[in-house]
């Protein structure tokens, strides 16, 4: 099992949809969680942390679920600029080490 | 406020041939990391190091050292270059460990030939 997986997509959507991502992680110890956001042949950037008790940034809302290990990423009122790969990342724990997902592509059409 | 810089941007090397991809924050960063970024793998850790002074291997080190300068710098080195190491390379820092996240350079695209 990967430690931490994504359905690769792409995920194909009109403007102004409402679209959701999840990632599952293997190591229940992990403890902090991101989302983060990667352009084509762009460097990754981070878009959010994940919170416990689940965070919201403008359209964006993040929710982690420990009992099954994983995470969401909700994307609200999606725009053209949208259209990205976005990265499940987990750290490993007792290290300074994160685990990045594959990522999972978002396309947003007209 | 430049953030995490990697030079140079593009190189085509020939199979054998060695070269340094460099890379500096500008944040006070104490963790500084090198991954490869190849399709259908994601990013991979090539090494990395947690202060000044130190360096410890990641998921795939063979082929490559590295160079912790100093507190800015940290530079990554094929000695041998192979086609297997045909990549994006991306040098990232963090404050202090997995807990803050990473920034990232904006990658060097190397080819091996």
């Known amino acids: 099992r990967k430690e931490v997986e994504q359905d690769p997509g792409p995920f194909n959507v009109p403007e102004g949809a409402t679209v959701a991502f999840n990632c599952t992680y293997s190591n229940s110890a992990s403890q902090s969680f991101f989302w983060y956001r990667q352009d084509c042949r762009k460097e990754p950037k981070l878009l959010m942390s994940v919170y416990s008790s689940g965070n919201e940034d403008g359209r964006f809302t993040a929710q982690l679920n420990r009992a099954s290990q994983y995470i969401s990423l909700l994307i609200r009122d999606s725009k053209l600029s949208d259209s990205a790969t976005y990265l499940c990342?987990?750290?490993?724990?007792?290290?300074?080490?994160?685990?990045f997902g594959t990522g999972t592509r978002l396309q947003v059409f007209p | 406020n430049a953030g995490v810089t990697q030079t140079p941007k593009f190189q085509v090397l020939k199979t054998g041939q060695s070269m340094t991809l460099q890379c500096a924050q500008d944040m006070n960063h104490n963790s500084m990391y090198w991954y490869r970024q190849d399709p259908g793998m994601g990013l991979r850790l090539i090494y990395y190091s947690a202060s000044e002074g130190t360096t410890d291997k990641g998921e795939v080190p063979n082929g490559y050292n590295v160079s912790r300068l100093n507190k800015r710098e940290f530079s990554l080195r094929l000695e041998s270059a192979a086609p297997s190491q045909t990549s994006v390379y991306f040098c990232?820092?963090?404050?202090?460990?997995?807990?803050?996240?990473?920034?990232f350079g904006s990658g060097t695209r190397l080819t091996v030939v």
């Open positions: 990232a820092s963090s404050v202090g460990g997995a807990n803050y996240g990473y920034t």
């Open positions: 990342v987990v750290n490993n724990p007792g290290t300074d080490k994160l685990i």
